[in-house]
Nanobody
Framework: QVQLVESGGGLVQAGGSLRLSCAAS????????MGWFRQAPGKEREFVAG????????LYADSAKGRFTISRDNAKNTVYLQMNSLKPEDTAVYYC????????????????????WGQGTQVTVSS
C-alpha cells in the first residue's frame, strides 16, 4: 500500500507557472505508475498526465500537452507536475494517484484504474 501527499498548489496569474509535488510512502515506489488528475467545481475528475514506474514513459491529456510536464524521482519517492502557461480553465483541485504496474507500462487514464489517491492540492489561476 502507498500513501500520497500533494503539495505546491496555490494562486497564480494566467501565464504563470507552478510545480506540484506528490510524496509517496513506502519502499517500492518504482513499482507504481503515477498519475495526476484534476477536478474543477461541478465537473468530473479528469486525467492530466501519467508516468510509468521507470519514468521512461509518459502520457498527457490534450489539455496538458506542450504546457505540463510530469516527472518522477524514484530516489525521493516523489512525482512532479510542472505546469507552465497556466490558464484560468486549469483551476481545479489536483490529485496524484498510484497504481501498481509493470515497470515500463504506460499508465492508464481512467480514475477507476488507480486505487491510491492523495488528498489534493488547490490550483487557482486568475485572469
Amino acid at each position: 500500500q502507498v500513501q500520497l501527499v500533494e503539495s505546491g498548489g496555490g494562486l497564480v496569474q494566467a501565464g504563470g507557472s507552478l510545480r506540484l509535488s506528490c510524496a509517496a510512502s513506502g519502499r517500492t515506489f518504482r513499482s507504481y505508475a503515477m498519475g495526476w488528475f484534476r477536478q474543477a467545481p461541478g465537473k468530473e475528475r479528469e486525467f492530466v498526465a501519467g508516468i510509468s514506474g521507470s519514468g521512461d514513459n509518459t502520457l498527457y491529456a490534450d489539455s496538458a500537452k506542450g504546457r505540463f510536464t510530469i516527472s518522477r524521482d524514484n530516489a525521493k519517492n516523489t512525482v512532479y507536475l510542472q505546469m507552465n502557461s497556466l490558464k484560468p480553465e486549469d483551476t481545479a483541485v489536483y490529485y496524484c494517484a498510484a497504481k501498481r504496474t509493470p515497470l515500463t507500462k504506460v499508465p492508464g487514464t481512467s480514475v477507476d484504474e488507480y486505487p491510491y489517491w492523495g488528498q489534493g492540492t488547490q490550483v487557482t489561476v486568475s485572469s
